[in-house]
């Protein structure tokens, strides 16, 4: 009865992909709302000095969202998908607040505590959504909209509350932004989101990919094609996570002002957002190993750079390109995942990869942040850079020549 009343496709499902990449749009923007001034915060308001203290939001904020992510999947059969979500939006209410009115960098650190669980539960539920919808064939594309959705907005807010802040001050008023982020997300979310739990069960009667002997090890390390996807997805994300609490400071520090710093920063997530309408595609159409070899690389080429330049015109090339780099690898890592899996194995997958992919952002930011502390903030920059190249090695020696 099932498989006579759902169809898969972009086509078939495009209304409620269309919402899906709405509401994925609002749970980026949440993210958007610290990027470009948060560091700042740390620094001007709050006196902090330490780079490993100022980072502590990152290190939270990844920790948390990685296990969120891997609960996110545990659950999303039980629970499902549209519920996960609609929990997540609800632990995004306080943040704006928080934001808003702290005294103390013990309440920035409890707002990235719930804004990890939002981006956990939310992101991840959204993305498991669009790919039950879509089916075999268009598992790229539909995570190129999905990212493109999620990031664009990223950089978008980046960009406004920047502007926002050099006009009008750091706080409150960049921050107002976030409560109808989280209205409109979470409206939209109870009363227009349909689950996709019956998406799931029509293609598992056909699917003939074997289900994973162990999901966590087999996704974490032990399956050739899915090892290779997670440790790429921590190193790039351990390279965001240090571009994310890094760059705002290496950038003030050399002179750059906090609208000139909120657009370097946001062209960076705004390439990342815009190039995946196109890698996407290409992750459907073009050999994955290729994708995720090339993006890494250009990563680390990206960062190499960042170290040493010193005009805008160059902060805002080398931006792009690790933004364009970025595309290349983000729906791809999700694409390979999805199709070397078996559909009622996906969520869990999913959530295992993202677990580790997110871990990325505390590895990272604690890693550089001893190095900066300890050494310098170009050192941190360069050490990552390094790390980046050597997953893009691993890549090349360890992923099959084909993924199915």
Do not use: C
Request: charged content about 10%; aromatic content about 14%; cysteine-free.
């Amino acid at each position: 009865m099932i498989s006579k009343t759902i169809q898969l496709g972009l086509k078939e499902n495009w209304q409620q992909f269309t919402l899906l990449v709405f509401v994925n749009a609002f749970v980026g923007g949440m993210v958007g709302l610290e990027r470009s001034i948060l560091p700042q915060i740390a620094e001007f308001e709050f006196g902090i000095a330490a780079k490993t203290a100022i980072l502590s939001f990152i290190v939270v904020f990844g920790i948390v969202k990685a296990i969120t992510n891997y609960y996110a999947g545990a659950l999303a059969n039980k629970l499902g998908r549209r519920n996960l979500l609609i929990i997540g939006w609800l632990f995004a209410i306080p943040i704006p607040f928080i934001l808003m009115y702290a005294n103390s960098w013990n309440w920035i650190i409890a707002a990235n505590v719930l804004l990890g669980i939002n981006q956990g539960l939310a992101w991840s539920s959204t993305v498991v959504m669009k790919i039950d919808l879509v089916g075999e064939k268009q598992r790229g594309f539909a995570m190129g909209l999905n990212e493109f959705a999620g990031y664009i907005a990223v950089a978008a807010v980046a960009f406004i509350t920047g502007w926002i802040a050099t006009e009008f001050g750091i706080r409150p008023y960049p921050f107002y932004l976030g409560f109808l982020l989280v209205g409109l997300g979470l409206l939209l979310s109870i009363f227009f989101i349909k689950d996709t739990r019956g998406h799931v069960a029509a293609e598992a009667k056909s699917n003939k990919v074997l289900k994973l002997k162990n999901i966590f090890w087999d996704t974490t390390w032990r399956d050739r094609s899915l090892g290779s996807v997670s440790q790429a997805g921590l190193i790039n994300n351990l390279n965001d996570g240090m571009a994310w609490g890094f760059f705002p400071i290496l950038l003030a520090s050399k002179g750059f002002s906090l609208d000139q710093i909120g657009i370097i920063v946001a062209v960076y997530p705004a390439v990342w957002g815009l190039g995946q309408l196109f890698t996407g595609k290409m992750a459907d159409n073009f050999p994955k190993k290729n994708l995720l070899f090339l993006g890494m690389l250009l990563q680390a080429i990206a960062l190499m750079f960042f170290a040493w330049s010193t005009t805008m015109t160059h902060y805002v090339l080398l931006s792009s390109l690790l933004g364009w780099g970025t595309a290349m690898v983000y729906p791809t890592f999700l694409a390979s995942i999805a199709e070397n899996t078996h559909p009622q194995d996906r969520a869990k997958s999913i959530g295992v990869f993202r677990l580790w992919r997110d871990l990325g952002y505390a590895i990272g930011a604690i890693l550089t942040g001893i190095i900066a502390d300890n050494i310098s903030l170009v050192a941190a920059i360069l050490f990552i850079a390094v790390l980046t190249f050597l997953s893009a090695l691993v890549i090349v020696v360890r992923m099959p020549k084909a993924i199915r």
